[in-house]
Every structure is written in C-alpha cells, then in structure tokens.
C-alpha cells in the first residue's frame, strides 16, 4: 500500500503538459525520420504504420485507466484526458500521412483504395467516431451534456478501439502474431470494460431501489 501511495503521489507532480509533450515527440521524431529518408524503403507506408500503432497503442492506454485504477489503486484518471487527446492526434496524422502526403488529394486513387481496401473504411470509420469525443475531452462539454450522456457518449471508443485493431490487422494482411495480440487484447479489454459498466450500473440501481423503499 506504501509503494501504491508513492506511485500516487509521483503522479498527482507530474504535469499533464509533460504527459503531452512526451506524446508528440515521438510523431516528431517518425516525420523527422521519414525526410531524412530512415524509414526503409518505403517511408510513407512505414510513417502511416508506425502512427497507426501509436495511435492504437494509446487508445488502448486510455481504455486501461479505469481497470489499472480497480485492480491495482495506481491513478491515472488525471492523465486520461491526455491519453485521450493524443489518441486523437495520432489518428488525425495517420489519416493526413494517407490523403496529402501518400495520395496528394488524388481522388481517384483515394476512391479506388477505399473500394479495393475495405480496412480503410473501417479506420475511416474509428476516425468519424473519435471526432466527437476528442470535442467533447473538456469540462464545459461535461458540465453541458451531464456527466451519464457524457459517459455514454464517450464509451464510442470501445467500438472504435475494436475497428482499430481490426484494422491494423487487415492492413499487415500476413497475420502475423503481432496484430492478432492487439486484437486479443482489445477484445479482452472490451470484455473487461463492458462487464464492470455493467455492474457499476447494476450496483446503483440496486442501491437507488433500497433508498426508495
């Protein structure tokens, strides 16, 4: 319980603006890569990869919060906005990698990649449902929409974090252990989620009908 309080506590120090400094950097560091020429032979594909994974990676980090929290006590609810929002940013530079820097706004191409790569439709997908969520990452939207229809607004993110991971896996195409690991694992989380939303919501209609009575 000690060495939970300590963690506790190095965390409640540590600044957010830290938490979203040190996630950027590594998108700097990819794009830094790419012009340089150090992402192998194919740099545009392995900077739109390399952000994709990112970008799963942190929504899976996001979704962990709340578990973490039960199982273990260690907080990280004052970082999960952040989670959130670099989620988000590394999403949107994985889609602009894709249309201006790979397709240059061919539309052509860009139409015929959508019919011929059904994966692309699914992160698409993920991306139009992140988009209200990353709006709503602040106080004032929690406070406007109440903090229930902002909770289930937000649990768009299990479904998206399953698109996700759906669609790295499509986009490797060889199935190799890495993506089906992702995939695993977000369905694991999803199970975990769902099952204790549920009986977080069970618990408190239980206790609402027992002040009734």
């Known amino acids: 319980m000690d060495g939970v309080r300590f963690i506790n506590g190095t965390l409640r120090r540590i600044p957010s603006a830290l938490v979203y400094l040190a996630g950027v950097t590594p998108a700097a560091v990819y794009f830094y890569w790419a012009v340089m020429n150090q992402l192998g032979a194919d740099p545009l594909q392995a900077l739109e990869r390399r952000l994709g994974l990112w970008a799963l990676q942190l ?11 039960k199982w273990t006590r260690i907080n990280l609810i004052k970082f999960r906005r952040a989670f959130g ?8 530079l994985h889609l602009l990698t894709w249309l201006v820097l790979d397709k240059q706004f061919f539309w052509s ?3 015929a990649d959508l019919y011929k790569r059904p994966y692309i439709i699914l992160g698409m997908t993920g991306f139009l449902l992140l988009v209200p969520l ?8 929690i406070r406007r929409l109440g903090p229930k229809t902002w909770n289930r607004l937000h649990k768009l993110s299990y479904l998206v974090i399953l698109l996700g991971a759906v669609h790295y896996l499509l986009v490797v195409k060889a ?7 992702y995939l695993g694992g ?3 989380l999803l199970c975990v989620r769902i099952r204790w939303s549920f009986l977080k919501t069970w618990a408190g209609n239980m206790i609402e009908s027992v002040r009734a009575t």
């Open 59 to 69: 929504l899976i980090l996001t979704l962990l919060v709340t578990p973490v929290r």
């Open 85 to 92: 929002l670099l989620t988000f940013l590394y999403v949107v």
């Open 109 to 111: 191409e860009i139409l």
């Open 134 to 141: 990353a709006l709503t990452s602040n106080n004032l939207s």
């Open 175 to 181: 199935w190799p252990l890495q993506p089906l690991f």
């Open 186 to 188: 977000a369905i694991l």
